[in-house]
């Protein structure tokens, strides 16, 4: 198994551009969960989803979109980049939304100019 | 508001001595409770959990934790520390009631000292 995989490892983006963050996972685990990584503020939930067609918003949506039209797949889409979304972003998976641990990707590293 | 603290932003230990990462929560209800590791430029890692039942748990590469509910705990330990065990470390809780969410801690950076 390849596990959680994402692309790309790094982005340099302008102030208004968009782009998608792609993640995708081949363990058939219903959560998936994307955050973002900034010095001193650990990790803080952006979006996450409890299974296909399912998405809820977690502690930071604003500026975010996200979608599952497969259990595989969770992309993360940055509307109007701003220089306040330059972070490490990292998507997640578990098994079920009970009591399972989450399995990490990489990590995306985006810097917005 | 819930929440998970680490209050420490870094612990040294010399290699071979006993270390402690702490970390202390508060939300409603009984709490899912999780540590993870992240060594550098990569993902976090799962290291131990507790659901329930014993209070210490244990877990991979020789750490283990113990759950004190009245203190709101879970500190991370390990008897003897490794240089290799030097990474960022993160406590985290799954929220219950129906929100499916996880709350983590700021990371405490250990260092373990040759």
């Known amino acids: 198994n390849a596990g959680v995989t994402q692309t790309p490892k790094f982005q340099v983006l302008k102030t208004g551009q968009s782009m998608t963050l792609q993640c995708a996972q081949d363990?058939?685990?219903?959560?998936m969960s994307w955050y973002r990584q900034d010095p001193g503020m650990g990790l803080r939930l952006i979006h996450y989803s409890v299974g296909a067609g399912i998405t809820d918003q977690g502690e930071v949506p604003n500026g975010y979109n996200v979608s599952r039209s497969t259990t595989e797949d969770f992309p993360l889409r940055l509307l109007s980049a701003a220089p306040s979304q330059t972070s490490v972003y990292f998507c997640a998976s578990s098994l079920g939304t009970g009591n399972n641990e989450q399995f990490f990707g990489p990590g995306t590293r985006l810097t917005v100019l | 508001a819930q929440s998970v603290a680490q209050p420490e932003d870094q612990v040294n230990v010399a290699e071979g001595n006993p270390l402690t990462v702490k970390c202390t929560y508060s939300v409603s209800g009984n709490p899912y409770l999780f540590w993870y590791v992240q060594y550098p430029n990569r993902g976090l890692q799962f290291l131990l959990k507790y659901i329930t039942g014993d209070n210490l748990v244990k877990g991979s590469y020789g750490f283990e934790a113990e759950f004190n509910k009245s203190q709101t705990s879970f500190h991370l330990k390990k008897p003897s520390a490794l240089v290799s065990d030097s990474a960022l470390y993160f406590c985290a809780v799954r929220v219950l009631g129906g929100t499916y969410k996880y709350i983590f801690g700021t990371g405490t950076r250990l260092k373990v000292l040759a």
């Open positions: 363990m058939n685990h219903e959560y």
